[in-house]
């Protein structure tokens, strides 16, 4: 069993590792109290799902804008600086969100402008306490460090949205920003308490010259290219979070409370592969786990769908608004298999990242993933939207995981240097 259970050694080796780790679990969840909270708040003042809709509009610009130049000044300047400094201007917009709700003003504009603000700020940390963390543990505790923090991503997704909503209800949106203000007072502690990290190598100032080196940099390395490539598939074919709404509203039934157990299931999936991690830092064909763990992906998808087709056919009637079909369990747990198979291709497709980029290009590259991850899931939400107004959810979901796994085979035969990919000898 012991084997079995995530390797806590980063955090034993490495004292600013464990600080940032820390810090990095209690602002996730905060950032979730905040993302969840400025939504209800959005819909309380306008009564509208389009103005909530708009808000992934106004976050998701300005983090893939900021993402890819933030990366480029994560490679140029001290990489503690960069961290400090943007962890600053997301801690000033969270409690800028905090005051406006302590004064009330209810201004959607306003929530609006300070959300672009903390996602551009957002595009400049992330990259770049990515691309810190191959600088505090060693090579080989990589694939243990990812697997650690998908625990704290999955835990964050799965008690961040359930904290936040018993927290607008019992304490208001005050309180339950200003929770997300002091948890991330600890994350700026970590990254302060940090040694100074000067990019290694020559450096440039930041610019789009320097982005688009990064973007030609990847166009000559195979092995990490095909970490975005295959991302990019899983998401886009093999996306179910846009179905579920109708899954809950009209064919497994339960409405509100079984998209919520749903989109649980997915985090609660990421959060058993980081605790059963354990063997992932004993596997060295990582290529082959990213491809393997993808089809497990799509097939997990597939199988969901599979469990509303038949759920559809009975012809029983779905059940009401807060009452839980008997469906509603194979669904949920298909979605669980789909987040561990997620979890386990994202810790070796990040390893693989930090690995095989040298430090000098690792900011911009970071940048690139921040991208890929935020705009991915976003594509598929469209393609998922539209191919069920024709298919129906079920079969959207059913196509989608048996394209997805079919593609990712199709792209590694195209690709075999991936599948040799090794960690014992990097190559990008």
Known sequence: MPRLLADITPLKE???FRRLYIGTALSAIGTQLTIVAVSLQIYSLTQSTLSVGLLSLFALVPLVVAG???GAIADAQDRRTVALLSGLALWATTAAIALQAWIGMDSVGLLYGLIAVQSGAAGINQPTR??????LVRPA???AANALSMITFGLAFTVGPLLAGLLVAQV???????VDVVTFTFALWAVYRLPPLPPEGPTRRAGLATV???????????????TFILDLIAMITAQPRALLPAVGAVLIGGGELTVGILLASGAFGSVLAGLFSGPLGHIHRQGQAVIWSIVGWG?????FGLVVVMATATGQPAAGEGEISGWVLPAAACLVLAGI????????RNTILQSATPDAMRGRLQGVFIVVVAGGPRLGDMVAGGQAAWLGEGWTAVIGGIACAVLVLAVARWQPRFAQYDARHPQP
């Open 130 to 135: 990515s691309s810190i963390i191959p600088r």
């Open 68 to 70: 890819l130049y933030g």
């Open 212 to 226: 688009l080196e990064g973007f030609r940099f990847l166009g000559t390395r195979p092995n990490i290219r095909m």
């Open 172 to 178: 208001g949106y005050a309180w339950t920003y200003t």
């Open 299 to 303: 097939a997990s998808v597939a199988g």
């Open 141 to 143: 505790l990589l694939p």
């Open 341 to 348: 198979a997620d979890s386990v291709s994202s810790v070796f």
């Open 14 to 16: 490495s004292p600013a």
